[in-house]
T-cell receptor, first 108, second 115 residues
Framework: SAVISQKPSRDICQRGTSLTIQCQVDSQVTMMFWYRQQPGQSLTLIATANQGSEATYESGFVIDKFPISRPNLTFSTLTVSNMSPEDSSIYLC?????FGSGTRLTVV | QQQVKQSPQSLIVQKGGISIINCAYENTAFDYFPWYQQFPGKGPALLIAIRPDVSEKKEGRFTISFNKSAKQFSLHIMDSQPGDSATYFCAASSFRNTGGFKTIFGAGTRLFVKA
């Protein structure tokens, strides 16, 4: 199974700024997924990132707020833009039903 | 129709006992049902998964029971250990007509195994 590496593992950011989260996979994959896990909650799919096409966003998530890049078959980034305290969550990259260790974001 | 309902919300089990977590779904298009274990500060780890053409799957102390007609599935943890104390999520996944697949997660169960 693929090894999924995410960074940063955690960050504390000022409101109004943006943070880009990186996800690296050790094998080529067609689909990469980005999830959000709010404190004490379950996981919610943000978007599906396919190489060579625009990401597909789930209801409630928009590209302007969560732009995603997928430059090749092993890498993707998720940016959380114009952050507010409500964006404080764990953001997780997923491949083949497996997850990276996540990025714990705190917005102050 | 896209929901996956998980119960109980929390569970306390004595060491050596059996932990049972239940999930129910509505959408018959779901065709893959994974269970995840998550420790604080970590990402969810895939524990065990089942497809709807199988009624039971066992891996070590972990067993999934699947009832397709009732649209229910459950996780049994035999001989529960304090190290099993974690949050467990059930999930259901289906392919999409537009390509790819989507996974819906249950709300989670916090398991505490008393020593």
């Amino acid at each position: 199974s693929a090894v999924i590496s995410q960074k940063p593992s955690r960050d504390i950011c000022q409101r109004g700024t943006s943070l880009t989260i990186q996800c690296q996979v050790d094998s080529q994959v067609t689909m990469m997924f980005w999830y959000r896990q709010q404190p004490g909650q379950s996981l919610t799919l943000i978007a599906t990132a396919n190489q060579g096409s625009e990401a597909t966003y789930e209801s409630g998530f928009v590209i302007d707020k969560f732009p995603i890049s997928r430059p090749n078959l092993t890498f993707s980034t998720l940016t959380v833009s114009n952050m507010s305290p409500e964006d404080s969550s764990i953001y997780l990259c997923s491949v083949d039903h497996r997850f990276g260790s996540g990025t714990r974001l705190t917005v102050v | 129709q896209q929901q996956v309902k998980q119960s109980p919300q929390s569970l306390i089990v004595q060491k050596g006992g059996i932990s049972i977590i239940n999930c129910a779904y509505e959408n018959t298009a779901f065709d893959y049902f994974p269970w995840y274990q998550q420790f604080p500060g970590k990402g969810p780890a895939l524990l065990i998964a089942i497809r709807p053409d199988v009624s039971e799957k066992k891996e070590g102390r972990f067993t999934i029971s699947f009832n397709k007609s009732a649209k229910q599935f459950s996780l049994h943890i035999m001989d529960s250990q304090p190290g099993d104390s974690a949050t467990y999520f059930c999930a259901a996944s289906s392919f999409r007509n537009t390509g790819g697949f989507k996974t819906i997660f249950g709300a989670g169960t916090r398991l505490f195994v008393k020593a």
